[in-house]
């Protein structure tokens, strides 16, 4: 009877709960799964949040930086003509010039001029007398008989600009007439 006594007697208890998963062929339980779900949601809504976020302050720098690009668009442009304004005021300010001296000053004030045109990319228009009409560049407002091929550039009455690539005022000429 002893020996009976000394035998191991199972655990009521212990059999009464589930065995763990000892194998990897057993699926995690339902509560398991919904706990990885549940963080791995939690995860991608914080992922999103900062995506969010992220994509909101890139627009609003966007938005920022464009209002200053329109708010000092001429701000270098300003600059190179600070010099010329610079020039002509000087010029107003001698006492008695002679016609040498503001020929001179004149001069000058248009070289800074031209170098302020020049480095903001500000090009003239300035067709040479037989020079095919570009309508996109040149604005005929007068055709006169000539002796030279039908809508070509006579004469120059006015230069014209562009900007870059953007026409700012076409060159005024006259055009050649068909014969």
């Known amino acids: 009877m002893q020996d009976q ?3 191991a007697v199972p655990n009521p208890e212990a059999a009464a709960e589930p ?20 963080a791995r949601l939690a995860e991608m809504h914080d992922a999103f949040m900062r995506a969010k976020a992220d ?9 920022e930086d464009v209002a200053k690009a329109h708010k ?17 005021e000087m010029a107003l300010k001698v006492e008695s010039p002679s016609i040498e001296s ?27 007398q037989g020079d095919k009409l570009d309508p996109n560049k040149h604005q005929a407002v007068a055709v006169v ?19 870059a690539d953007r026409l700012l005022r076409p060159a005024i000429v006259t055009a050649a007439q068909a014969k």
Do not use: C, H
């Open 102 to 128: 503001l020929k001179e000053g004149v001069e000058m004030t248009l070289k800074q001029l031209t170098a302020a045109f020049e480095k903001n990319r500000l090009l003239e228009i300035q067709p040479a």
């Open 55 to 63: 994509s909101e302050n890139i627009r609003r720098r966007a938005q």
């Open 145 to 163: 008989p000539a002796d030279q091929e039908a809508n070509t550039v006579v004469s120059v009455l006015q230069k014209g600009y562009m900007i």
């Open 5 to 7: 006594e000394n035998q």
């Open 72 to 88: 000092f668009a001429v701000e270098s442009f300003a600059e190179a003509m600070v010099p010329v304004k610079d020039s002509l």
């Open 19 to 38: 065995a763990a998963p000892s194998t990897p062929d057993q699926q995690p339980s339902l509560e398991e799964q919904l706990a990885s779900t549940e």
